[in-house]
């Protein structure tokens, strides 16, 4: 059974960047599968950031794009997500999710999420 | 972007009454590509149809999908009290995912 924990500061200051982990246990990292940062602001619904193929190639929203960087670390089994420049609207609880694959292009596999707050 | 807009936005129903949740895109989604999950509070979405209308692994046959081009359906037989919850439609296309903004499902 896959399971994914987010982990980093749940608290980062305005301007700054905001840096998760996301270690996978019960699977490898390096198998035929995308792993993903889905964000999702209290009360409000669910937005894609960007994913990551054990190879280190990656896709990101149009949207964070600029701000978004998305690495793997394959010896650790453990992917990461910065993103830069934060503002309050960053505020969110930010999900890692496991692309199904087999061409699923759906999440299977999610962590239980992190608070991440933008505040001074 | 492909827009995925959901309705209705809150659903009140009883346990064993059928639902049906809609999603509709702003343009074409392959039917490969169209999801979707439930959301409890303080949980993380859970995986229940992909492709349209395969059921993921562990969902009961209560549940399933239909639709296709920019129209699709979730239907949920006969509810059950633990089946009240969020549901989001998220469909994959040109490297990007993009979800609903949910349909609420309610105890009436």
């Known amino acids: 059974q896959v399971q994914l924990q987010e982990s980093g500061p749940g608290l980062v200051k305005p301007s700054g960047t905001l840096s998760l982990t996301c270690a996978v246990s019960?699977?490898?990292?390096?198998?035929?599968?995308?792993w993903s940062w889905v964000r999702q602001p209290p009360g409000k619904g669910l937005e894609w950031i960007g994913e990551?193929?054990?190879?280190?190639?990656?896709n990101y929203n149009p949207s964070l794009k600029s701000r978004v960087t998305i690495s793997v670390d394959k010896s650790k089994n453990q992917f990461s997500l910065k993103l830069s420049s934060v503002t309050a609207a960053d505020t969110a609880v930010y999900y890692c999710?496991?692309?199904?694959?087999?061409?699923?292009?759906?999440?299977?596999?999610w962590g239980q999420g992190t608070l991440v707050t933008v505040s001074s | 972007e492909i827009v995925l807009t959901q309705s209705p936005g809150t659903l009140s129903l009883s346990p064993g009454e059928r639902a049906t949740l809609s999603c509709r895109a702003s343009?074409?989604?392959?039917?490969?590509?169209l999801a979707w999950y439930q959301q409890k509070p303080g949980q993380a979405p859970r995986l229940l149809i992909y492709?349209?209308?395969s059921r993921a692994t562990g969902i009961p046959d209560r549940f399933s999908g239909s639709g296709s081009g920019t129209d699709f359906t979730l239907t949920i037989s006969r509810l059950e009290p633990e089946d009240f919850a969020v549901y989001y439609c998220q469909q994959y296309g040109s490297s990007l995912y993009t979800f609903g903004q949910g349909t609420k499902l309610e105890i009436k």
């Open positions: 999710a496991r692309e199904g694959g087999g061409n699923s292009a759906s999440f299977d596999y």
């Open positions: 343009q074409s989604v392959s039917s490969n590509y």
């Open positions: 492709g349209t209308s």
């Open positions: 990551i193929y054990h190879s280190a190639t990656t």
């Open positions: 019960g699977g490898s990292i390096s198998s035929s599968n995308w």
